[in-house]
């Protein structure tokens, strides 16, 4: 090749590099530290050999952490981030404000039809689906068969929680580091409010009467409140208002919980034979109820929205689409089977007779399909949501109620002490937001 030929061919490529260069789109996710997320870190090659000019960049962090991240981002627009993993709490009052991306233009092959109608509807306002749906939860009691045999007892499909005691009492074995049950202690709205809130809805309690008028005051608090302290005191690890889902999680894998009652979406972690020495002795049941009309069950997904101040929003929906398609869930199981994929957000996933065989999917769909936000309580109440009330004040005060009942099981307080500061608390906010 002549010389002058062989230089418009070397300027010509390095203007292309420079160009392919210029072209990349780095995008940051912000992300909680719970195990899927963990794993879709781990097959993010998938997507970036696909998507050559997209690089990713992940912050991955404690919930509540994320929590107080993302919403300080997106309400100041800051830019931060391009992709957030948010909540089913935050999705329709954030998106209300203005403040997230609709992602009603992602591909057709993406499927929003085949999305569960419950996990759907608590993404969408007005007819904007404002966020895509990573994985979809309700709660269940998570047990160990092996010590619910030995105690002389049988797991009902559907238990109550003074069976839940009495199992609990009889499984306890302090010497030998085995304790009946396992609950959310560490303080936080997404923490021990979500468990306490969701198991106060079985008990005949409300956060707020139809008046919008605080209710820890009452007798349905009380017997919530007390009858969860006498399980954890009795019955529970020591140090349990430092224990949340992450802590848990490692106590039931490690053979510590006879029970636990939590996300439905841990039951493939506590069934991974290689992280849970119980793995092959876990049975599951739907969460208990007091007689009332309504389990202590709630509704979330934790779900990949775009904020509006990005400036990535295509390379954004591009991810969003692919983490959340079922060509990844195919992808998840080919690698690691279908007991870890992604549960609790497809039609299609529960329609898959290879998933079927999963020993909780049925558990799962059925503890989802009863959540009712729009009804969430045995009284009447002005809010939707069950484990969380759809108000932008509540995570403020749930923080706060949540910080006053982890101080009384940590035993630096009295429950009496405890529901009064959070009435105290409540009304005060409540008042000051103009309710």
Same mark, same amino acid.
């Given at each position: 090749m002549p010389l002058k030929k062989a230089l418009c061919a070397a300027t010509a490529l390095t203007l292309a590099s420079a160009g !392919?260069?210029?072209?990349?789109?780095?995008?940051?996710?912000? +992300?909680?530290?719970?195990?899927?997320?963990?794993?879709?870190?781990?097959?993010? &090659?998938?997507?970036?050999?696909?998507?050559? @000019?997209?690089?990713?960049?992940?912050?991955?962090? &404690? &919930?509540?952490?994320?929590?107080?991240?993302?919403?300080?981002?997106?309400?100041a627009k800051g830019g931060q981030f391009d992709v957030m993993t948010i909540g089913t709490y935050e999705v329709p009052i954030w998106g209300k404000q203005g403040w997230l991306v609709s992602l009603n233009d992602l591909p057709e092959s993406w499927d929003a039809g085949d999305l569960l109608p419950a996990i759907r509807n608590g993404l969408t306002i007005d007819g904007e689906l404002y966020a895509a749906p990573f994985y979809g939860e309700s709660s269940m009691v998570m047990y160990r068969t092996d010590l619910m045999k030995k105690a002389g007892l049988d797991m009902p499909e559907a238990p109550t929680w003074d069976f839940i005691k009495q199992a609990a009492a009889a499984m306890t074995d302090k010497g030998n580091e085995v304790y009946g049950i396992c609950l959310r202690g560490k303080a936080g709205w997404g923490e021990n409010m979500a468990f306490l809130t969701a198991m106060a809805n079985s008990f005949g309690a409300r956060w707020f009467d139809e008046d919008w008028k605080a209710q820890f005051n009452t007798p349905q608090w009380s017997d919530t409140i007390n009858f969860y302290m006498d399980l954890m005191n009795n019955y529970g690890p020591p140090g349990a208002s430092t224990n949340g889902f992450n802590e848990n999680l490692s106590l039931f894998q490690q053979g510590k919980c006879g029970m636990w009652i939590d996300a439905t979406v841990a039951a493939s972690f506590v069934t991974n034979a290689n @992280?849970?020495?119980?793995?092959?002795?876990?049975?599951?049941?739907?969460?208990?109820?007091?007689?009332?009309?309504?389990?202590?069950?709630?509704?979330?997904?934790?779900?990949?929205?775009?904020?509006?101040?990005?400036?990535?929003?295509?390379?954004?929906?591009?991810?969003?689409?692919?983490?959340?398609?079922?060509?990844?869930? !195919?992808?998840?199981?080919?690698?690691?089977?279908?007991?870890?994929?992604?549960?609790?957000?497809?039609?299609?996933?529960?329609?898959?007779?290879?998933?079927?065989?999963?020993?909780?999917?049925?558990?799962?769909?059925?503890?989802?399909?009863?959540?009712?936000?729009?009804?969430? +309580?045995?009284?009447?109440?002005?809010?939707?949501?069950?484990?969380?009330?759809?108000?932008?004040?509540?995570?403020?005060?749930? +923080?706060?109620v949540g910080q006053e009942i982890s101080a009384a099981l940590a035993g630096q307080q009295s429950v009496e002490e405890a529901l009064e500061k959070a009435q105290a608390l409540t009304v005060d906010e409540m008042e000051a937001a103009g309710y």
């Open positions: !392919a260069a210029f072209a990349e789109t780095t995008i940051t996710i912000a +992300t909680v530290n719970n195990g899927d997320m963990i794993r879709m870190q781990g097959l993010a &090659e998938d997507f970036t050999a696909k998507h050559p @000019d997209i690089k990713l960049e992940w912050v991955t962090l &404690e &919930e509540n952490v994320l929590r107080q991240r993302v919403t300080q981002d997106v309400a @992280d849970s020495t119980v793995a092959d002795k876990v049975g599951f049941a739907l969460a208990p109820d007091k007689g009332l009309g309504k389990r202590g069950n709630w509704l979330w997904a934790w779900s990949l929205a775009i904020p509006a101040g990005t400036d990535a929003e295509d390379a954004a929906k591009e991810f969003i689409a692919w983490a959340t398609s079922k060509e990844y869930t !195919a992808l998840v199981a080919s690698k690691e089977g279908w007991a870890n994929v992604p549960p609790g957000t497809r039609t299609s996933l529960y329609e898959n007779p290879e998933y079927a065989k999963v020993p909780f999917a049925a558990m799962t769909l059925g503890s989802i399909n009863s959540a009712d936000p729009t009804n969430p +309580t045995v009284d009447p109440v002005p809010y939707t949501g069950v484990q969380f009330v759809a108000i932008p004040e509540f995570a403020g005060i749930a +923080t706060q």
